[in-house]
């Protein structure tokens, strides 16, 4: 296995690093400098997943987190990845490497970590903040999991997780997928939308909290992105993780979500950049 030839660990932390969130007894969020990493499964349990894998070398934060809520030499049972960004399969490598588990991600998304396919150059020209010129740094080779990584099942099931489903939530990658409970509405939505404005550099260090939609420096397909936001929207979620920012639920969460879609132009979309018309 190997990450691509442009991985580099990047000094970029906010308030919320190293910090977790029990949104719900049995989800946790573990930030990660400037991404979210999910734990589902009760503490003290050997038996939980991990969604997503943060940012480059940072594996012995996850693995820390994971036995402080898990107990000491805790493993999941799987990773699900919920796509294949850098600032999402950072650590991944080494995390197999640990907890010799298995990788599940989107059909759509495997060339991206098999090796095959790089990501679209970021959008650094687009309109927002600081994090838009600085992501030029950012980056986009693919990684190699080799036989690591499976696809996710095609009738919607999450392995290990059978209250949740997982949707297709694409735009900001081809494949980018969401889970949801149904139970309790609680939806980690990956970058379909997020809770910060990522864009702005205070933003991503004091997470201040606001719905946003997804990045504007790495969503080459905003149309597609509404569609997938609209898709949340619909689901009506009352507690909504995303891949950065802190959790949001109740009436926070539904009028941010409303306010989004129906200023979708104005407030999600950049004005100019490479990924939109001028």
């Known amino acids: 296995m190997r990450y691509g030839d442009d991985y580099k660990k990047l000094p970029v932390y906010s308030k919320a690093s190293g910090k977790g969130t029990e949104v719900v007894p049995d989800v946790y969020v573990f930030t990660d400098q400037i991404v979210n990493v999910i734990f589902i499964g009760m503490p003290g349990n050997d038996e939980f997943i991990l969604v997503d894998a943060g940012m480059p070398k940072r594996g012995d934060k996850i693995i820390e987190a994971a036995e402080e809520r898990f107990g000491p030499d805790a493993k999941p049972s799987a990773i699900i990845l919920t796509h294949g960004h ?17 990788v599940y991600i989107h059909k759509k998304e495997l060339p991206y970590v098999t090796g095959q396919k790089a990501y679209p150059e970021p959008d650094y020209k687009a ?39 997982w949707l297709p939530v694409p735009g900001h990658t081809e494949g980018q997928i969401a889970l949801f409970r149904e139970s309790d509405r609680l939806i980690i939505a990956a970058d379909a939308f997020v809770t910060t404005k990522q864009e702005s550099l205070y933003a991503v260090l004091t997470q201040k ?51 989004v879609l129906n200023n979708w132009e104005d407030v999600a979309m950049p004005d100019k950049g490479k990924f939109v018309d001028d």
């Not at 689901?235 to 979500?257: R, V």
């Open 127 to 165: 309109n927002g903040g600081m994090v838009v010129k600085v992501s030029k740094a950012f980056p986009t080779d693919p990684i190699d999991l080799e036989d690591k990584v499976s696809t996710l099942p095609l009738d919607g099931t999450v392995p290990f997780l059978p209250e949740f489903r």
């Open 86 to 102: 850098f600032d999402h399969v950072g650590s991944i490598i080494e995390l197999v490497e640990e907890w010799q588990v298995p």
């Open 209 to 259: 909290a606001e719905v946003s939609g997804p990045p504007r420096y790495l969503t080459p397909d905003w149309d597609t992105a509404k569609e997938s936001f609209r898709k949340i929207v619909d689901l009506d979620p009352y507690y909504g993780i995303t891949g950065h920012g802190e959790p949001m639920s109740g009436e926070p969460l539904k009028e941010g979500l409303l306010h």
